[in-house]
Every structure is written in structure tokens, then in C-alpha cells.
């Protein structure tokens, strides 16, 4: 079974003309084509503006990055410059087809059509001396032959097209936000799963094809919410030095090509195998402890748990039709059972709190928000939008969920001892369709291992 499974994409800034828009590319000479001739679109333009410096800041979070790219572009002509420019979207997901907004096409003609945004362009703003600008999502025209063996176009679903007037002789200063999901694939065996590692790719070398080299520039890559132990600068090697809890790259009078495009992993690849016990094998333990799941992240072992003393919270909704909505219920792995808050509105300020059987620093907590059982369940009641951590009462920090009916984890960043307490507060939700009531499925927690367990492969 293989689940959540977008290919590799990524946003990378390029130009373009209205009559080739379809042709897709991005590239021309400069270096950037491995044959070195002319592939994609031919650019307009490009030869009247240069780019003087470009600042590029990757905030690595645990289910996305967040891009700013800020240029500051020269009009190198005694003639005004307008400027046809997009970031080409590599949008390769589950679906083969997108409407012209981004949108599934899937979805047309349902009664509530749920938009399926761009994977690796959401929330995508560009502005121009400070005042935004409009940036349309165009699809990409059917690739020919050529264009689906080629590296630099294959998989291009569209661009953000956005237009640009530099005076002549002037500057403009030109600022692009997004975030960009990481593409991912898990595959499930019976209760065992493998997820390949988190990967955020730019492409520098598309700057080949604005005029002259980039005069400066600056890219720095932050660990924001994820393990700095676990961020990995695959390419470009060698260029990136660590500057405090940054890593940055400084270059000057740089003519981009592929050997300078972004590579760079913000988690591992992981395999998980579940419903086991402490002594690897299935089920629960002789003792009667509780199945645990053992996760492997490269050469690191540790293990999953809701192995909890006492779990309590602020507030209870009070029982419904013979369901009852414990605290304790987010540690019985049964989805029938959920922590509902029973406070009035909708949930923020309301907490639930668990004391560990056995102390350990904590790696990750995972949370299932809202009512797991079914979708409509899920859509009717309000889920955690965002939630604070506060571990022995003393480590505080804040995290922002996705709306998502599956599990969401949460690293630990920064705190090492061993936690006895934990507590989770409610700051902000997703509102119920049908419900205030905020609810919480399952909490667990990973902790290390100090050797591999003795687990095999489901077959």
C-alpha cells in the first residue's frame, strides 16, 4: 500500500514569453543546459536586467519549508525593461490533471469542491519595490518528446506568471514568498512502514538567463522546529559554512549552472515497526504494557509510546449517548475513543496533560487532532490549529498543526533531560463544521534507545 505519494517538486525562478509559455524550460545557455544549447523557453528581456543581489532564506520547518527570496534587479539599458516572469511549479502529485487556479480537476462538479492547492507553491506572493503584484498559475501545455526526457522541464505543471516594468537605468527591488511541502512516500506493510526522507530542492542555476552573472548574494538555511542534527546539505558541497544555528553560503559575480541548484534534507528516511512489544515481538508485552512501535532514523533507534501513568485535563465534555470523552482516552490506541475539551467555545486554553511510567528525553510527540474515526467525524468537530508544549513545567515552546486526519510529529528541539510531565494547550483550532467541542485523538511520544531492538520486517 503506498500512501501520500507526490513525486519530487519544487519552485524555481525563471522568464518567460507569452508565445512559448506552453514550451515550459527555464533554461537557456549560461552553462545551465548539459548540452549547452538552447532548451525551454527562449526568454525576453533578460538581457536588459541584471540581477545585483539575491538573498535567499530557507526555514526548514517539520512539514514544510518556508522560501523568501528577496532581488535586487538593475535595468542595465537607457531603455525601460518590461518583464514577463514565473517561477515554473514541478506540482507532480497523485493527480494527472489541474484546473488553470491549481485546482484538482478532479473536484469539478462536487457539491463542496475541495481546492487542492499547490504542493510546492503555496501561498505564493511576489512583490515589486514593496507593492504586490499579481501572479497567475498557468498550466503547462502538453511536454513533447523531447521535453519528457528532458532533466531541467520534466514535470513542470504550470507557472506563476507574474509581469514587471523596470525603468530604465533604475533598480527595483523584487521580494517572492512561498511555502513548499516536502514530497514524500510512505509505504505500509501490514503494521510496519517505511517513509522516505524529507527533501527541499531551489534551483539557483535558472538565474543563468538574466543578464550578466549575480553581482552578490547570500543563501542562508535555518532549522526552524526540526533537529539541526538532521539537516543535510546534499548539494551544492562544500559551499556552506555553520553560522551559529544557521547554515549560510556567500558568493559574488556568480554565473549559476546545475551544480549550483539546492539539495538538502530536512529528516531522514524512516522505517517504523509497530504493534510490537519491548522484546520485539507482537502484540503486548507478558507484563501487559501496552504495544509500542520502534522507529529507526538512520543509524538511531527509538521507540514510539502512549505508555502514559495518569493523563488528565482542564475540561471533559460530558457523556453522549453512552460515549464518554476521557483525558485518558488519547492513550488507548482504539480510534472510537477520544479527549474531547468540554469548555465553552472553541477550545483554546484547554490542556491535557500526561505523566511518563518511565522518564526519558523525548525525541518527537505525535498527535492524531481531531476525531480519527471517520472524515465526517473529523470535519464535524474542531481540531488543534495550534498547540504549546510545556515539558516538567519548565521547557515551553509552540507549534503549528496542519489540517490533516492523520499523525502529525512534533520534535523536540533544544531540551535533553528526561521528561516526567508533559502538557499540551490548546491555542488555536480549526473549527468544527458541526461542533465547538475541540478533540484529540491519540498523544504518543518517541524516546531513544540506547542499543536496536530486536524487531524483524513484517512479511
Partial sequence: MVKNLPPLG?????LLTCSVLGNGGG????GVSETGSIIGFTPSGTEAVQILEENLDIALRPTNASVQVRYLLQNITDSSAKVRFGFPVEELDAYDELNEDGSSAENEGSAEPSKRDLLYCRDYRVQANGKAIRAKFELQEEADDEAETDYQRKGIRGWLVSEITVPAGKNMRLGIDYLSDYPSETVHVSDDSRSSAKVFRYRLSTGAVWAGPIVKGTVTVRADGIRPEDLRIL?????????DEAWQWSFGNLEPTL?????????????SYGYRNMQGGYGAGEDGSKPVSFVQRGDRWFVQHSNFAKVKA??????HEGIFYHAENVMDGNWDNVWAEGAKGGGAGEW????LEVPKPLQSLTIFGGYQKD???YQNNARPKRVEILLNGEHRFEADLPDVDEAVDIPVVGYEKAVE?????????????KWQDCVITSVSVTTPLDKAPNVHAAR
Fill in 27 to 30: 533554461y537557456a545557455t549560461g
Fill in 10 to 14: 519544487a519552485c524555481w525562478l525563471a
Fill in 421 to 433: 510531565r508533559l502538557r499540551l494547550t490548546i491555542k488555536d483550532v480549526y473549527p468544527g463544521d
Fill in 235 to 243: 548539494t551544492p558541497a562544500g559551499r556552506f559554512k555553520r553560522v
Fill in 314 to 319: 482542564s475540561s471533559v465534555l460530558p457523556p
Fill in 259 to 271: 551544480a549550483d541548484d539546492l539539495k538538502i534534507e530536512a529528516a531522514p528516511a524512516e522505517n
Fill in 352 to 355: 491535557i496533560e500526561a505523566e
Fill in 375 to 377: 472524515p465526517t467525524l
